[in-house]
């Protein structure tokens, strides 16, 4: 009731005007601190490049692959999301489904970025220990529509912090893969889910 | 209502007549013991989509500029804060439910009737809250996993939200003339299936099997949302097991 109350004459003193808070720099080797500094150039980055808005998505996909894909790990996030089949697969075939599933992955997932405009992101409390190794940074991206939670879930690596799994909307991208991964394994095998994941990533980039 | 009721009964016969068969080799998930049924479900609602619905909401898109497609969500968004308010103080976030009320006022009275959303960019924030959540929150169980026609994934206490949410729906019922009714809620639909018209198509590119995909995604996406309504608690995270 009372942080209602605080934001309403918030609002009528600021005359809605955002009030520009004197942040920190955001320390990139404690996760919120590295989510923070990669959504802030992510977000810098599209909002100065014309081509990406006119979504223009080979430039998209440059932008990922240089400023989103050295913080994630691709590796266990293919892996989590194969579950028990993943021990099924050869090393050859693991590599040709971190690269097909994280093709796939950015190539539908590029669309949005081209569409950011005047969005703002809203972190919310990270609530960790100093001595985890598997965190979550929470945030909510306001825009025009309907508030969209976005969360990541990291873990330390020897080489830093590293994304490993997001969830949009309330959904875990690894859950929400686990079911439909097992079932094109048992009913195609390894290879058949390996040519499926091919042909969905030529087709995507055929239609653009 | 009454037109609503017939289209079911329709629809529910033709059901019977041909259940999708799932796919060979799928695993049955513990949450989805209907999967035959739901999947004809599924089939039928996305024919809809693609020969009635979308092509509907493609032609809005390309007749109408996008700053009024932006105040006619807003407007159906104000109306729908009235009872997310609703559901918040009914779940317990009477802080919440007293934001959303403010939103509901200052959006009617300073946005010239909610076409313009005046609440977010003064910071307050917009929620979502329907019955189905409430529930959740008072701790009914989701129970199996449904696909309602024409209103697509839900599950058996989201069965009984949506009707809660249709039934309390006064506002739009009492309006005395029919064709403006009938217009209105046809323009709400469309307006619905246009917030998430490029969300999915990304689906269709992403998903593997779209029936998978948005069931699992709905399922976590509910909890997410019911674990958040609970003051303090954090939603639950899933755990993989190592392969």
């Given at each position: ?37 990669i959504v802030?150039d992510v977000m810098a980055s599209v909002?100065?490049d014309?081509e990406i808005?006119?979504g223009n998505i080979p430039r998209v996909v440059d932008l990922v692959e240089k400023k989103i894909v050295p913080y994630t790990?691709m590796?266990?996030t ?21 690269a097909?599933f994280k093709s796939l992955l950015i190539r539908t997932y590029s669309g949005v970025l081209s569409q950011l ?46 994304v490993?799994?997001v ?34 990533n030529?087709?995507l980039a055929?239609?653009k | ?201 990304l689906?269709?590119?992403a ?37």
């Amino acid at each position: 009731m009372k942080t209602a109350f605080l934001s309403f004459f918030a609002f009528l003193l600021s005359g809605a005007i955002g009030i520009a808070s004197a942040q920190n720099a955001p320390d990139p080797n404690t996760p919120d601190g590295l989510i923070k500094m990669i959504v802030a150039d992510v977000m810098a980055s599209v909002k100065a490049d014309p081509e990406i808005q006119k979504g223009n998505i080979p430039r998209v996909v440059d932008l990922v692959e240089k400023k989103i894909v050295p913080y994630t790990d691709m590796r266990r996030t293919t892996q989590l999301a194969m579950g028990r089949n993943w021990s099924k697969a050869s090393p050859e075939q693991q590599t040709q489904l971190i690269a097909e599933f994280k093709s796939l992955l950015i190539r539908t997932y590029s669309g949005v970025l081209s569409q950011l405009r005047d969005q703002t992101v809203q972190y919310k409390p990270f609530r960790a220990n100093p001595s985890d190794t598997d965190v979550i940074v929470r945030t909510v991206v306001i825009g025009k529509s309907d508030p969209i939670p976005l969360d990541y879930r990291l873990e330390k690596t020897n080489d830093g912090w590293k994304v490993y799994d997001v969830n949009i909307m309330g959904a875990w991208l690894i859950e929400a893969y686990r079911n439909q991964f097992t079932n094109q394994i048992s009913q195609n095998g390894v290879d058949g889910l390996i040519k499926f994941l091919q042909e969905r990533n030529a087709m995507l980039a055929g239609k653009k | 209502m009454i037109l609503l009721k017939r289209l079911c009964v329709t629809f529910l016969s033709l059901c019977i007549i041909g259940c999708a068969s799932i796919p060979a080799g799928s695993e049955p998930s513990p949450h989805d013991p209907w999967e035959s049924f739901n999947r004809s479900v599924f089939s039928f609602n996305e024919g809809l989509d693609e020969y009635l619905l979308k092509p509907i909401t493609k032609g809005y898109r390309f007749i109408l500029p996008k700053p009024a497609q932006q105040g006619i969500d807003n407007f159906f968004g104000n109306y729908r804060d009235i009872y997310t308010s609703v559901n918040n103080l009914l779940q317990g976030n009477v802080s919440m439910a007293f934001s959303d009320l403010m939103r509901v006022v200052v959006n009617t009275i300073f946005g010239l009737g909610g076409f313009i959303d005046m609440a977010t960019p003064g910071g307050l924030e917009k929620h979502k809250a329907d019955f189905g959540q409430t529930f959740g929150v008072w701790g009914i169980p989701p129970g199996p996993y449904v696909v309602l026609p024409f209103f697509g994934p839900s599950n058996v206490r989201d069965t009984f939200g949506t009707a809660a949410d249709l039934e309390t729906d006064y506002l739009f019922r009492l309006l005395p003339d029919v064709a403006l009714r009938n217009s209105l809620t046809g323009l709400r639909i469309v307006n619905a299936r246009n917030n998430y018209y490029e969300a999915g198509d990304l689906l269709e590119g992403a998903a593997i099997d779209k029936y998978t995909f948005t069931r699992d995604a709905y399922i976590q996406r509910r909890q997410y949302q019911i674990d958040q309504a609970k003051e303090g608690k954090e939603p639950a995270l899933p755990v993989y097991e190592n392969p």
